[in-house]
């Protein structure tokens, strides 16, 4: 706190007002005979008295006149200098107020200088420290490099190694490929063989037909065929002449117990004698089942393709075989064979493993010609589940449920021995069963055998299928209708 007097003030204003009262006092005492001012004479004359006394007074008025403006003048002076004072202090005071602030500010930055040389110490040490750490790190790395250097060429050397490895292995593989080429060649050789001899047969028993005087009906079988005594006959269609002429089986009109709500794999197998192919390509679709009744499912849920292409002579022609699952046409999993003009078991194996892929095997006559290929079931409708109790056709192909056919794409031909099982049957199970009728083991999942003699019962019963248009009963032999001239012998 600043404190301030006024000690020298007051006593000049005071000092000057007491000699300005002795002066009043001495004219007033003078005026009024009570005392001789000095350096003054007492004058007789009483006029002359009177004057000096008039003279006083007015002196006297003209004092007190002056005396009360001085006085007034020094008030107002004295009372703008206190208040120039007070200001003074009160601007002290905050001067005061921010010398102690600044005083405790230098005494923080004095701290925070302290700190701050704390810091730079510690900061010196850790960038000595860190600049230690880098030259050390910088010879380990310089080290490291070197030994990488050393490891890479080294590495290098190796994988020029392997490069020589690699070529004389692809060398080898070339080899090896051209000796796996020469040994498919000798097969096909094989099969063309074992064709020319089926084909030997099959002249052999036209020759017998010729023999028998092209009988109709031909006479009795000495021996059965593939084990069956008796009558064995299938069924024959003529569907490119006319699509009103085909069987069916629309299960949704039949017992839920005869086929699942849905299923994931299937068996389709039966022998075809297919009697139109050209020398040209044509489709053919003996089997196709639809589900387009139901949610989500399609005309091809389940359709079989055994196009024929070109004929290669009056006795071999190639066959293109491949499975539709939900709309979808599994063309990698396809199969070009060659066989002869005459019946043939044909056997197509469908088990789904995901939503993404399924497996897919084809048999002719017993032996695998597609064994496990994976199938691509992405855009198959339904992720590749079959719904069940749909529409099952044989010798025309659905583009509508139940109908829609197309000529161009019908059998005409034989079929026989006929079976739909909702399971995958193993090439064991195939190759047992392609040339028995039956008893099965197992029968669980068997939807339905039929055998068409002469009808279209099923087993196990209620199954049957629903004939349309001109179908006919022929007996299963080797040889083809109308072979020079001659019946089914």
Not at 308 to 320: E, H
Not at 367 to 395: H, K, P, Y
Request: glycine share 6%; aromatic share 8%.
């Amino acid at each position: 706190m600043v404190t301030v007097t006024f000690t020298g003030v007051t006593s000049a204003v005071v000092r000057r007002l007491g000699a300005t009262c002795v002066i009043v006092s001495l004219l007033s005492t003078a005026i009024h005979g009570q005392a001789n001012l000095p350096g003054l004479t007492a004058n007789p004359d009483r006029n002359a008295l009177m004057m000096d006394a008039g003279n006083l007074r007015n002196i006297e008025f003209y004092v007190n006149s002056s005396l009360a403006t001085s006085i007034n003048s020094l008030l107002d002076r004295l009372s703008r200098a206190e208040s120039t004072i007070l200001n003074l202090t009160t601007r002290l005071e905050a001067a005061e107020s921010a010398l102690l602030l600044n005083t405790n500010n230098i005494s923080d930055l004095q701290q925070n200088s302290s700190s701050l040389a704390a810091v730079q110490n510690t900061l010196q040490w850790k960038t000595n420290s860190v600049n230690w750490t880098a030259g050390n790190t910088s010879i380990r790395l310089t080290d490291a490099i070197t030994n990488q250097t050393s490891y890479m060429q080294s590495t290098n050397n190796i994988l020029a190694s392997t490069n020589m490895s690699l070529q004389a292995l692809n060398d080898t593989s070339v080899t090896v490929h051209q000796e796996l080429q020469n040994v498919s060649t000798n097969l096909g050789s094989l099969t063309d063989l074992h064709r020319m001899l089926n084909a030997s047969v099959m002249n052999m028993s036209a020759m017998c037909s010729r023999t028998c005087g092209c009988q109709n009906p031909c006479p009795a079988q000495s021996t059965p065929v593939f084990g069956y005594t008796g009558s064995n006959r299938g069924i024959y269609a003529d569907g490119r002449a006319s699509t009103a002429n085909y069987l069916s089986r629309n299960f949704a009109s039949l017992p839920s117990a005869s086929m699942p709500g849905s299923f994931t794999e299937f068996t389709v197998e039966f022998w075809m004698n297919d009697q139109n192919p050209s020398t040209s390509r044509y489709d053919l679709y003996p089997v196709s089942y639809s589900t387009a009744h139901v949610s989500g499912g399609s005309s091809n849920a389940l359709l079989v393709n055994a196009r024929s292409l070109a004929l290669d002579s009056t006795i071999y022609y190639q066959k293109y075989l491949n499975l539709f699952v939900g709309n979808r046409e599994l063309a990698e999993c396809s199969a070009t064979i060659k066989v002869t003009r005459d019946w043939h078991h044909y056997a197509f194996v469908y088990k789904r493993l995901s939503t993404l892929i399924a497996n897919v095997s084809i048999f002719v006559d017993g032996e695998a010609v597609v064994d496990r290929c994976v199938a691509n079931i992405q855009s198959a409708t339904s992720g590749g589940v079959v719904a069940g109790r749909g529409n099952l056709v044989l010798f025309q192909e659905q583009d509508a449920h139940g109908g829609s056919f197309d000529a161009a794409q019908a059998l005409t031909g034989m079929i026989d021995e006929f079976r739909l099982w909702t399971v995958a049957r193993t090439a064991a199970q195939i190759f047992q069963y392609f040339t028995v009728r039956g008893p099965f083991t197992p029968i669980t999942s068997l939807v339905g055998a039929w055998s068409f003699e002469n009808n279209v019962s099923s087993y196990p019963p209620g199954n049957d299928f629903v004939a349309s248009g001109t179908t006919s009963y022929v007996p299963f032999m080797t040889q083809p209708p109308n072979v020079n001239g001659c019946g089914w012998c």
